[in-house]
């Protein structure tokens, strides 16, 4: 195998500083390019390395969940994002969610103080497939700017897939009416960090009329399909809906979803609410919270009206409305392989949203193995692939083996993994038992393949 040693790292997104980082600590020279701030997108409000652009959340900390699975692995392999998230970490119950700001002030200073990589603050709009000397690792996200894309269509020669992702609004903590709401964790397990906005029947069914008769925001260019130029039908990730597409779904679709009351008792009643708005605290200082799962297409003034309908925001000033931005990933299944990358051109690999994993700790761990494999093909080594019966290992495993009509992005579950023996799933009734057991073995497999690769 021909030795490569200089690294090339395309996005300052969550995927591509975890690659580089990972590069440069095995001994690799890395040049990390960034478009921001020469060229910005349109959900991007930064150019800060890791800007979180959703949620602030890094989902379940809870012990044998698959997040959990997930952040572990990474915790010990050394991941420097979930290192600064960890460090960053905000009030959020079971969840990890971070202070924004600190997380990309952390990020950044980890980069700059790393000697081996150099940053290029311009966008890229060319690859080199045949260059002998780099290895390219692509974490441009799902806003890759059109020039790119174009010329990793051309690389693949299939057509980009594509859908609609979302952001949740933030709202101004002191303008929150505090009489009118609650803290409470869901079943009182763990600490009563989110602010809940408890609704009568009555005002659920004022909301969701408003809701289902605002005014939605008009396709943009940008939100067009890459390979059709069209965006007459929108195609929402499932996993991300719309509050006003869930609502369409059904009179009573968000009350058993982002709305739902279950577990969360209200104090002044001692009883669970008809429909429940959660809010999540954005930042160390507790001055914004963001509404979660409240993701929206409509337009601002709708929003401003919409939203003010809930218990305890009716005076309240939101300091980022939500929007709808289009995701665009590649047909992993069909162009990856086990070690990302691309199957006809090897010197390219593909981390983070764009080779089809959905969420930010999964685009991190993505961008953690490209870092690993990048590192041991530049030092003239046949990258080890991350073990199947990992959470790292089965979720990458998910977006080269799915099925390829059906391939939607995705986020870790228990799904992902494989399943245990046929007799202890006999004998294992009990669900989080079962998933201890899946969650040990994914830890010893992990450690082995550690071992084997350090």
């Not at 079971?94 to 600190?102: G, K, Q, Y």
């Not at 709305?259 to 669970?272: E, N, S, Y």
């Not at 690999?349 to 999964?362: C, D, F, H, N, R």
């Not at 990258?383 to 870790?412: D, M």
């Amino acid at each position: 195998m021909s030795q490569m040693r200089k690294i090339k790292v395309i996005g300052g997104g969550l995927a591509g500083p975890e690659a580089a980082l990972q590069a440069a600590k095995r001994g690799c020279t890395v040049d990390l390019y960034e478009m921001r701030p020469t060229r910005s997108t349109e959900a991007h409000q930064t150019d800060d390395f890791g800007e979180l652009v959703c949620s602030n959340s890094l989902k379940s900390e809870s012990e044998n969940s698959a997040p959990w699975l997930l952040k572990q692995e990474m915790r010990r392999v050394g991941s420097v994002l979930l290192a600064a998230a960890d460090a960053t970490a905000v009030p959020a119950g079971h969840a990890l969610a971070v202070d924004r700001v600190e997380f990309s002030r952390r990020v950044a200073e980890r980069i700059s103080a790393e000697p081996r990589i150099t940053v290029h603050r311009e966008e890229v709009t060319s690859l080199d497939e045949n260059d002998p000397t780099t290895l390219t690792v692509l974490a441009s996200g799902p806003l890759t700017s059109p020039a790119l894309a174009a010329e990793l269509q051309r690389l693949t020669g299939s057509d980009h897939l594509a859908f609609y992702d979302s952001i949740s609004p933030i709202v101004d903590a002191t303008t929150i009416d505090m009489d009118k709401v609650y803290f409470a964790a869901r079943y009182d397990k763990g600490t009563a960090d989110y602010i809940n906005c408890p609704f009568t029947k009555e005002e659920y069914d004022r909301f969701m009329e408003a809701l289902t008769t605002a005014e939605a925001v008009e396709a943009k260019d940008w939100e067009k399909f890459p390979a059709t130029g069209t965006a007459e039908k929108l195609q929402y990730f499932e996993g991300c809906l719309p509050i006003e597409e869930t609502a369409r779904r059904g009179r009573d679709t968000l009350r058993f979803g982002p709305m739902k009351p279950v577990g969360l008792t209200d104090p002044k009643t001692g009883r669970w609410p008809y429909a429940v708005v959660q809010l999540r605290q954005e930042n160390l200082r507790a001055d914004s919270y963001n509404l979660v799962g409240f993701q929206n297409h409509l337009k601002y003034g709708e929003q401003n009206r919409v939203l003010k309908l809930i218990p305890g925001l009716e005076n309240a000033t939101f300091l980022r409305y939500g929007q709808i931005h289009r995701n665009t990933y590649i047909h992993a299944p069909s162009l990856l392989t086990e070690t990302l990358q691309l199957k006809a051109h090897p010197n390219i690999m593909i981390a983070g949203q764009l080779s089809g994993v959905e969420g930010y700790t999964e685009s991190i761990a993505s961008g953690m193995l490209a870092g690993i494999y990048s590192a041991a093909i530049a030092n003239g080594e046949a990258p080890a692939p991350a073990p199947r019966l990992s959470a790292n290992g089965s979720l990458t495993h998910y977006i080269t083996h799915a099925e390829t009509k059906k391939f939607q992005p995705a986020n870790i579950t228990f799904d992902l993994l494989p399943p245990l023996e046929e007799d202890l799933r006999k004998k294992i009734r009990d669900k989080k038992e079962r998933h201890k057991l899946q969650c040990d073995r994914a830890l010893n497999a992990w450690e082995t393949w550690l071992a084997q690769t350090s």
